[in-house]
C-alpha cells in the first residue's frame, strides 16, 4: 500500500482547476458592470434587470452543458480528452469577450457554455476516480476539500487582476487575462498527464443503459423544442423569455434522471433515489449563494461604503484598483435586455442621474471634486473565496479531529449542516440593511465579510461534500452522468438566483428579500434533516 494520503495527480488536477476557476470567476466578478456601462465606457449600457437576467441565463446554462459533457465522457471520449477540449474552448471564448462586439459576445459566451461542459464535470469525476483506488479512499473527503481550495485561490486572486486590467487598460485586456488564465490551467492540466491513467477509464456500456443516439433524440431534441416553447411563449412567467426557455428546456433532463431512477436496477435505485434529493434541495442552496454576482455586488457597488483610508489610497491608487465615480449630473439612458434603447424624462433625469453611490450618503455633492475615487467593486467577490482558503484547513482540521474520537460526520449530515448555516448568512444583510436604515447610510464593507464568512462554512460543508457523494454513491458505469445532474441542480439554482436578484428593486425595504433567502434555505434544511436518517442509511449501505 502507497505511504502517500493522496494521488500524484492531484497537485495538477489541483493548479488546472485553479487556472481555469481563474478565468471563470474573473468574468464572474466584471459580469453585470460590463454589461450596465454606458457604450463609450465600454460596456452595454443595460439596466438592471436585463444584466441580471443574461447573468442568470449564461451561469445557468453553463452548469446545464456538464450533463451533455459528463454523458459523452462517460461513453466516448474519457475524461482527460474532455478537459482538454473544455480547456480550449472557455479560454477561446474568454478571449472573444475581448471584443466589444454584441454578436462576439453572445458566440464567446456560447464557446465558455460548451466549454464548461466538457472540463467541470469531467475534471471532478477523474479525481474521483483516481480516490477510488484502495490505498486513497479513506482521504476522498479530504481529497476533494483541498481540491476545492484550489478552486478558490483562482477565484481569490483574479478580482483584483481584473481591476487593475480594466482600470489601466479597459474591459477588453480584463477578458484577456482570464483567457490567459485558462490556457495557463490547460498547460498544467497537459504536464500531469502520466498520473491519470488509473482514472481515465471509459465505462463499459451495459443492456441497462441508455444508448447514446436515443439520448439525444429523446432529450435534447424535446430539450430544444422545450426551449423555443418557452421563449415564444405569449407572456413571461419567470419575468423574461430567457427565463421561461431555460426553465421549459429543463423540463426533458429533470425527466431523463427521473427515468433513471424509474429503470434503475433494485441495487441502484436507492443510492440513485438518495442523490436526486440532495441535488433537489441543494437548488436552493445555489439560488441563494450565487447572488454573489448580482444582489451583493449591488450592495458593494451603492450601498456599501468603498472610500479607502487616507493613508492606503496612494497605493491602491498606483496598483490600479480603485474606480472613478462621477460626482455630475449624467444621462440614465439604457437599454433593456433586448437592447432597445429606453428614452427617461429629463424632468426624471434630474432626479435620477447622478450616480447612486452619492445619493443619499451624506455627501455634500457641490462641495465635491468632478469625481470620486473608491475601491473597485469586484474587489468584493475575492472576500467570499478568501474565506474559502482561510477556513478549509480549519473545517477539514475539524473533520479530521471528530473522526479520530471515532464520531466521523456522515458526507449527508454535512451537507444537512451545511444548508443550515447557509440559511443563517443572509441574516446577516438583514442586520445590516436596518443598521443602515435601507441605504439611508452606506453600510461598512465588515456586513460583506460577515456574510460572505458564514455563507462560506455552509459552502465548506456541503459544495465539496456534494461533489464527493455523487462519486461515492453513483452506480460506477453512471458517475459522469450523475455528475453532470449534480450540476444541473447547479443549473437550476444559478438561474433562480438570477430571477430573485432581478426582484431586488421591487423590495421597498431590502431586509425582506434577505429573509426570503433565509427561508428558502430553511426549507431545504428542513427537508433534509427530516430524511437524514434514510440517507445516512443508504450512505452506509452503497457508499463506495
Known amino acids: 500500500m502507497s505511504k502517500n494520503k493522496h494521488p500524484k495527480a492531484l497537485p495538477y488536477l489541483f493548479f488546472a482547476e485553479m487556472w481555469e476557476r481563474f478565468g471563470y470567476y474573473l468574468i464572474i466578478g466584471i459580469f453585470t458592470q460590463y454589461l450596465m456601462e454606458k457604450w463609450d465606457g465600454g460596456g452595454f449600457a443595460m439596466d438592471k434587470k436585463g444584466a441580471y437576467d443574461i447573468y442568470g441565463t449564461f451561469i445557468a446554462f453553463v452548469f446545464l452543458t456538464p450533463f451533455v459533457g459528463g454523458l459523452i465522457a462517460d461513453r466516448k471520449l474519457g475524461y482527460v480528452k474532455s478537459v482538454i477540449i473544455g480547456g480550449l474552448l472557455m479560454g477561446i471564448g474568454y478571449c472573444g469577450l475581448s471584443v466589444h462586439n454584441l454578436t462576439v459576445f453572445y458566440i464567446s459566451l456560447a464557446l465558455i457554455i460548451l466549454g464548461n461542459g466538457f472540463f467541470k464535470p469531467n475534471i471532478s469525476t477523474l479525481l474521483g476516480n483516481l480516490y477510488n483506488q484502495e ?16 478552486i478558490n485561490v483562482g477565484a481569490l486572486i483574479c478580482n483584483f487582476i481584473a ?6 487598460y479597459g474591459w477588453g485586456y480584463a477578458f484577456l487575462g482570464a483567457g490567459i488564465g485558462m490556457f495557463l490551467g490547460l498547460l498544467v492540466f497537459l504536464l500531469g498527464m502520466r498520473h491519470y491513467k488509473a482514472g481515465d477509464v471509459i465505462k463499459e456500456v451495459t443492456p441497462e443503459d441508455v444508448p447514446l443516439n436515443r439520448i439525444f433524440l429523446t432529450i435534447f431534441l424535446p430539450a430544444i423544442v422545450f426551449g423555443a416553447i418557452g421563449w415564444f411563449i405569449p407572456g413571461d412567467i419567470l419575468g423574461s423569455d430567457s427565463s421561461d426557455a431555460f426553465i421549459f428546456s429543463t423540463l426533458p433532463v429533470i425527466y431523463f434522471y427521473i427515468s433513471l431512477y424509474v429503470k434503475a436496477s433494485e441495487k441502484d435505485k436507492k443510492p440513485i433515489s438518495a442523490l436526486l434529493v440532495v441535488m433537489l434541495v441543494s437548488v436552493m442552496f445555489w439560488a441563494v449563494f450565487k447572488q ?41 439612458d439604457r437599454f433593456d435586455a433586448n437592447f432597445n434603447l429606453v428614452k427617461v424624462d429629463k424632468v426624471v433625469q434630474r432626479e435620477v442621474g447622478r450616480n447612486i453611490y452619492l445619493r443619499n450618503s451624506g455627501y455634500d455633492t457641490s462641495a465635491l471634486k468632478s469625481e470620486l475615487k473608491v475601491a473597485n467593486t469586484e474587489l468584493y467577490q475575492s472576500i467570499n473565496p478568501f474565506w474559502v482558503v482561510a477556513l478549509t484547513p480549519l473545517v477539514v482540521a475539524f473533520f479530521m479531529w471528530i473522526k479520530r474520537r471515532g464520531k466521523e460526520i456522515s458526507t449527508p449530515s454535512k451537507i444537512a449542516w451545511g444548508l443550515f448555516i447557509s440559511a443563517l448568512s443572509p441574516l446577516v444583510m438583514v442586520a445590516a440593511v436596518y443598521y443602515c436604515h435601507n441605504g439611508a447610510e452606506k453600510a461598512s464593507s465588515w456586513w460583506l465579510w460577515g456574510t460572505y464568512g458564514v455563507v462560506t462554512v455552509g459552502e465548506l460543508f456541503l459544495s465539496p461534500m456534494g461533489l464527493s457523494l455523487v462519486s461515492k454513491l453513483s452506480p460506477p458505469r453512471l458517475t459522469a452522468l450523475m455528475m453532470g445532474g449534480w450540476f444541473l441542480s447547479t443549473s437550476i439554482g444559478n438561474k433562480l438566483s438570477g430571477i430573485l436578484a432581478s426582484m431586488w428593486d421591487g ?3 431590502k431586509s425582506n428579500f434577505f429573509l426570503t433567502n433565509t ?18 442509511k443508504i450512505f452506509k449501505e452503497h457508499a463506495n
Open 507 to 509: 423590495y421597498e425595504h
Open 519 to 536: 427561508f428558502l434555505l430553511l426549507g431545504a434544511a428542513i427537508i433534509i434533516f427530516i430524511l437524514l436518517k434514510w440517507l445516512n
Open 163 to 168: 481591476a487593475y486590467l480594466r482600470n489601466k
Open 292 to 332: 454573489n454576482g448580482t444582489a451583493l455586488t449591488t450592495w458593494a457597488k451603492y450601498y456599501t461604503d468603498r472610500e479607502v483610508p487616507a493613508y492606503a489610497e496612494p497605493a491602491l491608487d498606483s496598483l490600479k484598483l480603485m474606480e472613478t465615480i462621477k460626482t455630475g449630473v449624467d444621462s440614465v
Open 135 to 150: 490505498e486513497y479512499k479513506s482521504s476522498k473527503d479530504s481529497g476533494y476539500n483541498i481540491f476545492y481550495m484550489g
